[in-house]
């Protein structure tokens, strides 16, 4: 589904002022102002997306020839212009479900119905930048498991997103779509969540670090594709789903103001260095140069 941009064209007019009273001069006798071409308009510039669709079309030719299976939307919050490559089967999100697990939390927070400790503030921090599994089984478990995702799908309207079947959060299954969509609300607010618990979400993405506490690299996909914006994200992985498929996540804003939001997954049957160098080659196809 791509939007297609609108630009307008300026048009020129020049006007003509009649004399006032009297006889018309003599055109003879009267001197004219020297005529001149009118200015050419100048060049627009290229609009964000121009190109990217046939790009994304690229990038996911290219991961099939390894095997992967990737979806993949972008959305520029400035014009509500989409670009997918039209994939929306759910996928498990793996420790991007941490996302909705803290958003819960700070609602609560926010509502007065739970205090969290600096312990408790600690742990959510460091569940958000460096992926812990230990904070975020934690707060699912003392948060209600599964009804912390009813709860967040229903405030977001997240149709494609569906709690684990075996209660654990890391089999969560969303779309890229849903989860460009609990970005983009949670940034405007329509999702229910406060600015400034919204802001110690981002915050902490902002500050993703290299490797998750586990030791895993996590700055795959958006972070080394997109090496020349700003990024905050969350990412998410594990082996194995579906057989023997390596299952990688990025998710994120992108850009100055948070324009832009993406969401990319892969599974891919190879080890998981080759499945991470697959998805950060299709961001860069996607993004040339590293920027939108």
């Not at 297609?4 to 102002?33: H, K, R």
């Not at 520029?76 to 991007?96: E, M, Y």
């Not at 697959?278 to 996607?286: F, L």
């Amino acid at each position: 589904m791509t939007g297609m941009a609108i630009v307008g064209v300026a048009l020129l007019v020049n006007g003509c002022a009649a004399t006032a009273g009297g006889s018309p001069p003599n055109v003879e006798n009267t001197p004219q102002a020297p005529v001149s071409a009118p200015e050419a308009p100048p060049a627009q510039a290229a609009a964000p997306f121009d190109g990217l669709d046939a790009r994304v079309r690229q990038a996911t030719a290219d991961a099939a020839k390894s095997g992967a299976t990737i979806e993949t939307v972008v959305l520029d919050r400035d014009t509500g212009q989409t670009v997918s490559n039209g994939v929306t089967k759910p996928f498990p999100i793996a420790s991007v479900a941490k996302l909705f697990i803290a958003d819960d939390l700070l609602l609560q927070e926010s509502q007065a119905k739970t205090t969290l400790s600096p312990a408790d503030r600690a742990s959510l921090d460091v569940m958000l930048r460096s992926s812990d599994d230990g904070a975020a089984q934690n707060f699912w478990d003392r948060d209600g498991g599964n009804a912390i995702i009813a709860r967040v799908k229903a405030r977001y309207g997240l149709g494609g997103t569906t709690a684990p079947w075996n209660g654990h959060w890391d089999v969560t299954t969303s779309t890229a779509s849903d989860l460009v969509r609990y970005y983009d609300m949670l940034l405007d607010g329509t999702g229910g969540l406060p600015p400034e618990q919204a802001n110690i979400i981002m915050t902490n993405l902002a500050q993703s670090t290299p490797t998750g506490t586990d030791g895993y690299p996590q700055r795959f996909g958006i972070p080394e594709g997109l090496y020349a914006e700003s990024v905050a994200v969350k990412q998410g992985w594990f082996c194995c789903w579906n057989g023997g498929n390596q299952l990688h996540v990025s998710t994120g804003v992108i850009g100055p103001e948070h324009r832009y939001v993406m969401a990319i997954s892969s599974l891919e049957p190879d080890d998981a260095a080759a499945a991470r160098a697959t998805m950060t080659q299709a961001v860069k196809t996607m993004f040339p140069g590293g920027t939108i």
